[in-house]
């Protein structure tokens, strides 16, 4: 890397980037990318659909950083208007600084809308990582310091991206997910075969109840994806949106849009009974990792949950090769069904001093706390005793 001069720009729109040059830093591996959450495709949907931009508090500013006109380094970057979609909680920090009687919002968000998945956000070109992170993070300060914002915070980042993030002078934050990891298994049996036997045969309990619910489950992927599979879909998605949400996320035509350009990325798994799809999950497919990433159903069935959303994604992930499964945000229910407590990892950078160093020592004692329950919720996880000795 020479000295020459980095220019840094933010775009409100997508379509100003030219895909080759955002690809080559989001997914520049052949095949499929580690992280489809990142590609050109799945961002491009967001926008599109209208998921993001004008009126739902996700105003793009993507980054991009040139030298010599060239694309070294491109980031997801939004400006909020709340802290909604995050799955990393910063409503007490908006709230202490507004009580203060300064303005929270709008910040800037580093992050994949909606997707509390961890990948790569600074993401540049091989060779670039070093200079393309740095002018990254120095274009979104420099944006937030121009424009008088309160706040930048770059969420599921990678450790490495957190360690390189804290030596720049950004805050770090760990926070806790639930995955599956593939120890080699050569089939559902195998990964039983490694639990405890109570928790053994509670699973295989649950799944004969989820399958005995008088119908089929459909696994698809690809072109196997139709449109009448989304109409259906979307009346889960709706549902649970409502419930968790308040109002869902992404629009209808998101999934329309995912139809087209996102369906080989997907695995869509659907319960149909006496004709009518009735449950369904939806599944990103990454290289090594299956995201977990939506539910919902418009009938309940005992453990229909649990099959279609952990046990289906294992026999996946096993199937396929996959070294992992990520279950999504929360539920400590997803213990006793074979994912383990892994820490997520998030960077904060604040215009006021004082603020950064309050929200600096509360970090410091929330990390000892994560770190200790992490550490006390994987001796109760349900595998056998050396198997659980082996992973702490």
Same mark, same amino acid.
């Given at each position: 890397?020479?000295?020459?001069?980095?220019?840094?720009?933010?775009?409100?729109?997508?379509?100003?980037?030219?895909?080759?040059?955002?690809?080559?830093?989001?997914?520049?591996?052949?095949?499929?990318?580690?992280?489809?959450?990142?590609?050109?495709?799945?961002?491009?949907?967001?926008?599109?659909?209208?998921?993001?931009?004008?009126?739902?508090?996700?105003?793009?500013?993507?980054?991009?950083? /040139?030298? !010599?006109?060239?694309?070294?380094?491109?980031?997801?970057?939004?400006?909020?208007?709340?802290?909604?979609?995050?799955?990393?909680?910063?409503? !007490? @920090?908006?709230?202490?600084?507004?009580?203060?009687?300064?303005?929270?919002?709008?910040?800037?968000?580093?992050?994949?809308?909606?997707?509390?998945?961890?990948?790569?956000?600074?993401?540049?070109?091989?060779?670039?990582?070093?200079?393309?992170?740095?002018?990254?993070?120095?274009?979104?300060?420099?944006?937030?310091?121009? !424009?008088?914002?309160?706040?930048?915070?770059?969420?599921?980042?990678?450790? $490495?991206?957190?360690?390189?993030?804290?030596?720049?002078?950004?805050?770090?934050?760990?926070?806790?997910?639930?995955?599956?990891?593939?120890?080699?298994?050569?089939?559902?049996?195998?990964?039983?075969?490694?639990?405890?036997? =109570?928790?053994? /045969?509670?699973?295989?309990?649950?799944? $004969?109840?989820? !399958?005995?619910?008088?119908?089929?489950?459909?696994?698809?992927?690809?072109? $196997?994806?139709?449109?009448?599979?989304?109409?259906?879909?979307?009346?889960?998605?709706?549902?649970?949106?409502?419930?968790? @949400?308040?109002?869902?996320?992404?629009?209808?035509?998101?999934?329309?849009?995912?139809?087209?350009?996102?369906?080989?990325?997907?695995?869509?798994?659907?319960?149909? =009974?006496?004709?009518?799809?009735?449950?369904?999950?939806?599944?990103?497919?990454? =290289?090594?990792?299956?995201?977990?990433?939506?539910?919902?159903?418009?009938?309940?069935?005992?453990?229909?949950?649990?099959?279609?959303?952990?046990?289906?994604?294992?026999?996946?992930?096993?199937?396929?090769?996959?070294?992992?499964?990520?279950?999504?945000?929360?539920?400590?229910? /997803?213990? $006793?069904?074979?994912?383990?407590?892994?820490?997520?990892?998030?960077?904060?950078?604040?215009?006021?001093?004082?603020?950064?160093?309050?929200?600096?020592?509360?970090?410091?004692?929330?990390?000892?706390?994560?770190?200790?329950?992490?550490?006390?919720?994987?001796?109760?996880?349900?595998?056998?005793?050396?198997?659980?000795?082996?992973?702490?």
């Amino acid at each position: 890397m020479t000295d020459d001069a980095i220019e840094i720009n933010a775009h409100p729109d997508l379509s100003t980037i030219a895909q080759v040059d955002w690809d080559a830093c989001a997914c520049p591996e052949d095949g499929r990318p580690y992280d489809p959450f990142t590609t050109y495709r799945f961002i491009k949907a967001l926008e599109d659909s209208g998921s993001v931009g004008s009126g739902t508090g996700w105003q793009p500013r993507y980054l991009t950083a /040139k030298v !010599n006109g060239q694309v070294i380094a491109v980031a997801p970057l939004y400006a909020k208007g709340h802290s909604q979609g995050e799955y990393i909680f910063d409503h !007490n @920090w908006a709230h202490a600084f507004e009580n203060a009687g300064g303005r929270y919002y709008p910040k800037l968000q580093l992050a994949v809308p909606f997707t509390p998945a961890t990948g790569r956000r600074f993401l540049t070109r091989p060779g670039f990582e070093v200079v393309g992170m740095s002018a990254i993070v120095q274009g979104a300060i420099q944006i937030a310091a121009d !424009n008088q914002l309160s706040s930048v915070h770059v969420t599921f980042c990678t450790e $490495a991206e957190a360690i390189a993030g804290e030596e720049m002078g950004l805050l770090p934050r760990i926070g806790q997910q639930f995955h599956w990891e593939n120890d080699g298994y050569a089939d559902f049996d195998g990964f039983l075969g490694s639990l405890a036997s =109570r928790k053994r /045969k509670n699973i295989r309990k649950e799944r $004969a109840q989820a !399958n005995s619910f008088g119908g089929d489950i459909l696994m698809l992927t690809g072109d $196997a994806i139709q449109p009448e599979h989304w109409d259906a879909f979307w009346q889960f998605y709706q549902d649970t949106g409502n419930r968790k @949400w308040g109002t869902p996320y992404l629009t209808r035509g998101f999934f329309d849009i995912a139809q087209e350009t996102l369906r080989y990325d997907m695995l869509l798994s659907l319960a149909v =009974r006496d004709g009518q799809y009735v449950a369904g999950a939806l599944n990103f497919i990454g =290289r090594e990792t299956l995201y977990g990433r939506y539910w919902g159903c418009i009938e309940h069935h005992a453990c229909l949950h649990f099959e279609l959303c952990y046990y289906r994604a294992i026999d996946y992930a096993i199937e396929h090769g996959l070294a992992r499964v990520e279950a999504g945000a929360q539920g400590e229910h /997803k213990l $006793a069904r074979g994912y383990l407590p892994v820490a997520t990892h998030s960077l904060h950078w604040f215009s006021d001093a004082g603020f950064r160093d309050a929200v600096g020592n509360y970090l410091e004692a929330e990390r000892d706390a994560v770190d200790n329950e992490i550490e006390i919720l994987t001796s109760y996880g349900p595998f056998k005793r050396e198997n659980r000795e082996e992973q702490q």
